[in-house]
């Protein structure tokens, strides 16, 4: 390369805000105060987010660089721990940042808010103003490929499909067990973030490398976000189990 392009090319770079933008729309960094980010409420939120739209949120401290944040500033998206949360797009450009905004107050999102609960009640509503809305959440991944990838990669430990009861391991619960819960959809959206998993699933783009002091104790379960859809449309179709006593009561 002529070295007039390169030193060209090397400005370009340095200071290339656009460009670095466009490589990292499928992440953005937001700025959330710490008693938020102790409610858990980020936690439950954010896979869903993710699952949706394929773009991964950092959580940052407020001060520090952010694409959006949640605070006094901007659109009042919920009311909780005692006052309103607005978000603000710190960026605009930023097509993640600008997607999570718009997702936040679409019916996804807000029943991504009020789904969230501890202890059997409900720590964040949305702003008064605003009509609450029932989602009518259809899965469209690929059911077919979602029973084969349960299988091979969850099967190991959960039985996932009837027939395959002599398969997985009788400690771990069944994916019939698991679909009877009310927030199904949340825990298999999220899984990754559950124990036991973290220490030995990848999700593309999504989490981060294992610690090189911590390897996968065992041959790592690899998928992408089209698996996890496809999971997610799978489990949607199969046959919740019936509990006879509630879990826990034996
Ligand atoms: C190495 C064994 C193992 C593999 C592989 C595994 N799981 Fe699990 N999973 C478990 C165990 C054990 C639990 C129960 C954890 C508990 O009760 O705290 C569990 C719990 C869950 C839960 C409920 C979590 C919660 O806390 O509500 C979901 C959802 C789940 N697994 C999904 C999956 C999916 C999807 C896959 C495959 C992509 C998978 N698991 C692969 C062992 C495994």
Redesign the pocket.
């Known amino acids: 390369m002529p070295r007039a392009i390169l030193i060209a090319a090397f400005f370009l770079f340095a200071s290339g805000a656009t460009l670095v933008a466009s490589a990292d729309d499928r992440q953005f960094r937001l700025s959330v105060p710490d008693t938020l980010a102790d409610s858990g409420l980020m936690k439950y939120m954010l896979p869903r987010f993710t699952l949706k739209t394929q773009v991964r949120v950092e959580l940052v401290s407020p001060g520090q660089p952010a694409e959006a944040a949640f605070g006094d500033v901007g659109t009042p998206v919920f009311t909780g721990i005692g006052r309103t949360w607005s978000i603000e797009v710190i960026s605009p450009d930023h097509k993640g940042a600008s997607r999570f905004a718009s997702w936040i107050t679409d019916a996804t999102g807000q029943s991504a808010i009020t789904g969230f609960k501890v202890d059997g009640s409900q720590p964040f509503a949305l702003p008064t103003e605003v009509e609450e809305v029932v989602e009518d959440i259809s899965y469209d991944g690929d059911r077919l490929l979602g029973q084969q990838?349960?299988r091979v990669?969850?099967g190991?430990?959960?039985v996932t499909a009837r027939g395959d009861e002599s398969l997985g391991?009788g400690?771990?619960?069944s994916?019939f067990a698991?679909r009877s819960?009310e927030d199904?959809d949340v825990?298999?959206a999220g899984?990754y973030l559950?124990?036991?998993?973290g220490a030995?699933?990848q999700i593309e783009d999504v989490t981060d490398p294992f610690p090189e002091d911590r390897p996968s104790p065992?041959a790592p379960?690899e998928?992408t976000l089209d698996?996890?859809e496809a999971?997610l449309a799978y489990?949607a179709g199969i046959e919740p189990a019936v509990l006879d006593a509630p879990i826990g009561h034996q």
Not at 194 to 197: A, F, Y
């Open positions: 990838v349960s990669h969850c190991r430990c959960h391991i400690s771990t619960p994916f698991l819960f199904w825990r298999f899984f559950l124990k036991p998993h030995f699933t065992i379960v998928l698996d996890i999971i489990v």
